[in-house]
């Protein structure tokens, strides 16, 4: 299924339809500017269903993604690859009033009418799965060796060691 296929997200949930694909990460254009290089594969899970019964009730779509993304390090500035993993329950709704109304049980998604682009629900699941701050867990062992080697004489010297020895002078002058 290509990404960019419109669906009707009421006729699957009323269905209880399940879709299954892959995405090209390149094709998720609003997540670029967060992934060092926009390459690889997201491949995700959608089964629909809704809310509760009733004419009133919302589509809802328990949402599985998992992707190989490039993040750039916060720390070392280097590119490395991480394994991204997401699991949600979307539910579609038509305006910010009806997103406040949701349980937190729910992640809202804004779909103004029935119709339901694929592409834009996964860029935004691409996106709440990133971490805030993306650090390459190869960049930890970079830090604790330049952390010992700083260390090393810091342990000799307090930083308020000179503060004591004028205060011991002082203390010899009264």
Same mark, same amino acid.
């Given at each position: 299924?290509?990404?960019?296929?419109?669906?009707?997200?009421?006729?699957?949930?009323?269905?209880? $339809?399940?879709?299954?694909?892959?995405?090209?990460?390149?094709?998720?254009?609003?997540?670029?500017?967060?992934?060092?290089?926009?390459?690889?594969?997201?491949?995700?899970?959608?089964?629909?269903?809704?809310?509760?019964?009733? #004419?009133?009730?919302?589509?809802?779509?328990?949402?599985?993604?998992?992707? #190989?993304?490039?993040?750039?390090?916060?720390?070392?500035?280097?590119?490395?690859?991480?394994?991204?993993?997401?699991?949600?329950?979307?539910?579609?709704? $038509?305006?910010?009033?009806?997103?406040?109304?949701?349980?937190?049980?729910? #992640?809202?998604?804004?779909?103004? /009418?029935?119709?339901?682009?694929?592409?834009?629900?996964?860029?935004?699941?691409?996106?709440?799965?990133?971490?805030?701050?993306?650090?390459?867990?190869?960049?930890?062992?970079?830090?604790?060796?330049?952390?010992?080697?700083?260390?090393?004489?810091?342990? /000799?010297?307090?930083?308020?060691?000179?503060?004591?020895?004028?205060?011991?002078?002082?203390?010899?002058?009264?």
């Amino acid at each position: 299924m290509s990404a960019k296929r419109t669906v009707n997200a009421r006729k699957l949930a009323a269905n209880r $339809a399940e879709l299954q694909g892959s995405v090209q990460i390149q094709a998720l254009t609003g997540a670029h500017d967060r992934l060092a290089e926009p390459d690889g594969v997201l491949e995700y899970s959608m089964a629909f269903g809704f809310t509760k019964d009733g #004419e009133d009730s919302l589509a809802v779509i328990n949402l599985e993604l998992q992707a #190989e993304v490039s993040l750039r390090c916060q720390r070392s500035l280097q590119p490395f690859r991480q394994v991204t993993r997401s699991k949600s329950q979307v539910v579609l709704v $038509a305006d910010v009033a009806q997103a406040e109304l949701m349980s937190e049980d729910y #992640e809202p998604f804004a779909c103004a /009418d029935i119709e339901l682009n694929i592409e834009d629900l996964l860029t935004e699941e691409l996106l709440l799965a990133l971490p805030l701050v993306a650090i390459d867990p190869e960049s930890e062992k970079f830090r604790s060796a330049n952390d010992e080697q700083t260390n090393v004489g810091e342990q /000799d010297q307090h930083p308020f060691a000179g503060l004591a020895a004028l205060k011991k002078d002082l203390a010899a002058k009264q």
